[in-house]
């Protein structure tokens, strides 16, 4: 018998060998073991695939050193893919791959100057939008972003930061009706319709995970970072299918597991 399962593409880019460079807000800068951030990435994909995901690998950008961050290049829906303009000047250049890749799966719609978009500044449940108003997003961007999305029947609507990079560093969501969240960079109010899983305070970071519903056997997984066991434990004490993975060189970047990948859910495949 043939099961239909639906089909999730992950769209990567491999670590650029300037990655040592990259753009840093709030982390002090340490040493990056390029070699070493491009085997984690590697078995980044590896779990992606073993999961059930399509990886499709973007060309490699050797001059940009924050390019293996796809996901700050674009945000996308059901129905439309929303080209970024990263709140970064240096990171500009990383979006052109990215919309000819996500052509392929969606129609294009883009943010444009003087707006600021960054893609890991976006959070979405259901049908309800949140986008952080960080150092890297302006109110133009989610002015922009909530024109582009408002004919799909999407409610936009900006979010206070205080203390981290991005939305998605404070809060995701884990299961339906379900998010991991840091109060302490985060207003827990603006998510009270649902239900919350607070970080442990040893692992501020914790809150960047990435859910994966691929229709794969093992059912919806979240995946996250191995240094956060604790918040991980809390999580699977709630039911969630918790898979971890080593991506400390990556995290010294600013980097976490949504930045890695640009998941976009499509048409059934055919899968024995």
Known sequence: MTIRRPRLVAITRSVSPAFAECELTHLTREPI??????????????LLAELGCEVEHLPEEPGLP?????????VVVDELAVVTRPGTES?????????????QHRP?????????????????????????????????GVAQLAALLAP????????????????????TEVAEGTVVINPRWIDRATFGAYKQVEVDDEEPFAANVLRV???????EVVVMPAAFPRTAER????GVNVRTLDVSEIAKAEGGVTCCSILVAGAPSGAE
């Open 108 to 140: 294009l719609g883009r943010i444009e100057a003087l707006a600021t978009l960054d893609g890991g500044d976006v959070l979405r449940i259901g049908k309800r939008v949140f986008v952080g108003l960080s150092e890297r997003t302006n109110r133009e």
């Open 213 to 219: 519903a691929s229709g794969n056997r093992d059912g």
């Open 66 to 74: 924050d390019s293996v961050f796809v996901e700050d290049a674009a």
């Open 235 to 238: 999580l699977a004490a709630r």
């Open 91 to 103: 990171r500009r250049g990383e979006t052109a791959s990215v919309a000819a890749a996500l052509a």
């Open 152 to 171: 799909f029947g999407y409610e936009v609507e900006g979010v206070p930061l205080d203390g981290c990079l991005h939305l998605k560093t404070a809060v």
């Open 33 to 46: 073991d390029v070699g070493l951030a491009r085997r984690q990435h590697a078995a980044y994909e590896a």
